[in-house]
């Protein structure tokens, strides 16, 4: 018999920002702005911005007091003009397969989940880039819900270091270097649309590829769009992060009814993009998500029309068995299909990886973001 479900309340207290700014999720120049208003001479700017930046993203500090090689005058002006903020682990539920789901209370209680799953050869959080989403993908749960409001880059970036407080990853000053890490790789793939925030997603993703702080390279990170067209070439040049695309439909038909999107920018316009996308290569290729519905876009001539749309494109395509939920109006596609549909994919030269899914005893899975915690919410006002 597998292993219960575990689910945990934490009740940490955090501490009230009463109204002071968040260091959390500033960019270093924005930092250095803030320390410069706040009383920091000029000429110490880049020093204490080096300094306050490491024990924040490379210690995980969270208390100014703890930062022991400034001063004790220098650490009261910042605990009297800042605080160091990341959003509350409300509950955290652990699945058999041992991936982690996290739901997560910001600011105006407001609540987004971030998931952790762990594999043999790297540890991927999927975090979030809105609280709710506008897109009403048809296949997705998340998408059907509305759109509350954006993250801000102190909430994006605060995921990551949530999900490191809880995995014990901080290192240990004094102890031995430890070169594996548990949260090796970031997709944003969570609740929104990445690029329909780009501003907060650049800021909070360039904060985690700094070599001084969490140091996650940029070719660990993936951002997933449903096809934000305008933004796409500014992921590379601003981000430089690698892309993925929810793209699930060959035909402008179908895929106006699965991810609505493309009746602002249609296949062949986003198709057009992706090939000027810039840096694309064979090392660097878009990855193309495509989840496998029953009747719907699973056929083989769908297999080959989807070929045959990604001639001339550095890609792989990544097949993922559809995630049922209550309500769900689709049907997963049977194992014999996806495979057919794989093989047709792969003989043509495209790697296409079939998704393990991970996570759906707790609704984790993908797609299924929110879905049970706004289920036992409505439960328990019914009750």
Known sequence: MSAPITQDVLTIPRKATDGLPNLVGMTRDQMRAALIAAGTPEKQAKMRVGQVWQWVYHWGVRDFEAMTNLAKDYRALLAANFTLQVPQVVTRQISTDCTRKYLVRID???????????????????????????????????????????????EIVGQVMLARDDLGEWPIPGAPRVETRLISNIVLMGMGEPLYNFDNVRDA????????????????????????????????????????????ATTDEVRDQLVPINKKWNIETLLNELRAYPGLSNSERITFEYVMLQGVNDSKEDAYRLVELLRGIPAKVNLIPFNEWPGAPYKRSSGNRIHAFADIIYNAGYASPIRTPRG?????????????????RKSAQVN
């Open 205 to 248: 993703m360039n904060v985690a590829m700094d070599n001084e702080g969490i140091a996650l390279g940029r070719r660990r990170i993936t951002l997933s769009t449903s096809g934000v067209v305008p933004e796409i070439a500014r992921t590379a040049t601003e981000i430089g992060c690698l892309l993925a695309v929810s793209f699930h």
């Open 108 to 154: 105006g209680g407001h609540e987004v989940e971030v998931v952790y799953i762990p594999e043999e050869d790297r540890g991927t959080l999927c975090i979030s880039s809105q609280v709710g989403c506008t897109l009403t993908c048809s296949f997705c749960h998340t998408g059907t819900q509305k759109l509350v409001r954006n993250l801000t880059a102190a």
């Open 360 to 376: 759906e005893d707790i609704m984790a899975a993908c797609g299924q973001l929110k879905s049970a915690t706004e289920k036992q």
